[in-house]
């Protein structure tokens, strides 16, 4: 019984992946990122095989109670 997992790769499964919204491509990662604030980034992804690009905006729950803006 091992408990220990101190060195999982857990941080790799939080990467960002979208399909294309024009062919369904996977995306990986996205072209550019702009962090509107703590709990919202828009990622701006560009379709390498469509040439297709477009916005999604993503919203963290709040893992903190830091409201010292
Ligand atoms: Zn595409």
Redesign the pocket.
Known sequence: MELRSKNSPAAAQSRPVLP??????TLFAPEWSEYLDDRRVRHLWS?E????QFESLVCFPAWRSSRAA
């Open positions: 294309c919204a024009q062919c369904g491509k379709c095989a469509c040439d297709y």
